[in-house]
Nanobody, 125 residues
Framework: QVQLVESGGGLVQAGGSLRLSCAAPGRASGRNAMGWFRQAPGKEREFVAVINWSGTTTYYTDSVKGRFTISRDYAKNTVYLQMNSLKPEDTAVYYC??????????????????WGPGTQVTVSS
């Protein structure tokens, strides 16, 4: 059973930064596209960012472009989401997921293969 484990969430003031990590212990690196979703209270879960299996392609939702950066470290089997210039509207539970190989596989999937339990990010105004 593959498990993804997120970390790095917390409370930060608007304009601040956080870095989320998603570890995939026990899995061979580079086998899946990996990405992040978020869900704010009372709202649907939404896509945030994805990186393909080789780390060569990334894609972001418009609201985070220029502020968030997704990257991966194969040696550590870990994907990161660097979040800068945080806004109160970024407050949500952030979930890591893995699926397919390409960013297209990931974004176009009806159901993603693997999910983490989520980590809370709270941005105060």
């Amino acid at each position: 059973q593959v498990q993804l484990v997120e970390s790095g969430g917390g409370l930060v003031q608007a304009g601040g930064s956080l870095r989320l990590s998603c570890a995939a212990p026990g899995r061979a690196s580079g086998r899946n596209a990996m990405g992040w979703f978020r869900q704010a209270p009372g709202k649907e879960r939404e896509f945030v960012a994805v990186i393909n299996w080789s780390g060569t392609t990334t894609y972001y939702t418009d609201s985070v472009k220029g502020r968030f950066t997704i990257s991966r470290d194969y040696a550590k089997n870990t994907v990161y989401l660097q979040m800068n210039s945080l806004k109160p509207e970024d407050t949500a539970v952030y979930y890591c997921a893995a699926h397919g190989l390409s960013t297209t596989d990931f974004i176009g999937a009806v159901h993603l293969d693997y999910w983490g339990p989520g980590t809370q990010v709270t941005v105060s105004s």
